[in-house]
């Protein structure tokens, strides 16, 4: 079973819409949690960073935590078309170097016009 | 301000031979991290240094990939010789330092390096 998993899709959407992104695992230790956007032949770009259960706004995107359950959410409203890219969540442990990450395996995200 | 810079961006290579990949982290960056990601499956963890020391090792496949970063600036990877299943995209990422808070924490990756071993 992997640490985590993650939807690939893919996800298509029309402009506009709320986009709702998840990932569950099954490492207690993970306490870090975090998004990443990825472009097309570019690296993975962070987009929220989140630590423990609970919320986190940014603009569109909102970010879940519910350790109790070992999810994980990004929300994103009034979807655009630039928003179309690979998401892909990530979590470390404490006690780990802070920048050893475990990816989920990415949802491809496409926002057509 | 530069971001990572990974070379080459693409290489292709014939099982037996050996490539080696170059990265440049931000400047001022003590920490470097080596990820792959083999088609269909996720990113994940090879390795991390701290400056010039390897910190931490334990997502390397086998022997047959050594890492190294002289002087704690930039960092190769060479796969010697290369296998068919050594196939992917070669991620490179650096962070500010080892403490916690986002501005340190944060990880800048770099575009990767396309690896395909016929």
């Known amino acids: 079973q992997k640490e985590v998993e993650q939807d690939p899709g893919p996800l298509s959407v029309p402009e506009g819409a709320i986009v709702s992104l998840n990932c569950t695992y099954s490492?207690?230790?993970?306490?870090?949690f975090m998004w990443y956007r990825q472009y097309s032949r570019k690296g993975p770009e962070l987009l929220m960073y989140?630590?423990?259960?609970g919320n986190k706004e940014d603009g569109r995107f909102t970010a879940q935590v519910d350790k109790s359950s070992k999810y994980i959410s990004l929300f994103i409203r009034d979807s655009q078309p630039s928003d179309s890219a690979t998401y892909l969540c990530?979590?470390?442990?404490?006690?780990?170097?802070?920048?050893?990450?475990?990816f989920g395996q990415g949802t491809i995200l496409t926002v057509h016009p | 301000e530069a971001g990572v810079t990974q070379f080459p961006s693409h290489s292709v290579i014939e099982k037996g031979q050996t490539v080696t990949l170059r990265c440049d982290p931000i400047?001022?960056?003590?920490?470097l991290y080596w990820y792959r990601r083999v088609m269909g499956k996720e990113i994940k963890f090879l390795l991390h240094?701290?400056?010039?020391?390897?910190?931490?090792e334990s997502g390397m496949p086998n022997n047959r990939f050594l890492a190294e970063r002289t002087g704690g600036t930039y960092s190769t990877l060479k796969v010697q010789p290369a296998e068919l299943e050594d196939s992917g995209v070669y991620f490179c990422?650096?962070?500010?330092?080892?403490?916690?808070?986002?501005?340190?924490?944060?990880?800048?990756f770099g575009s990767g390096t396309q690896l395909s071993v016929l």
């Open positions: 990422a650096s962070s500010l330092q080892e403490v916690r808070g986002l501005a340190n924490e944060k990880l800048f």
């Open positions: 490492n207690s230790a993970f306490q870090y």
């Open positions: 989140t630590y423990s259960s």
């Open positions: 990530a979590m470390s442990a404490h006690g780990t170097s802070y920048g050893k990450l475990t």
């Open positions: 400047s001022g960056h003590d920490n």
């Open positions: 240094f701290v400056k010039e020391s390897k910190q931490d």
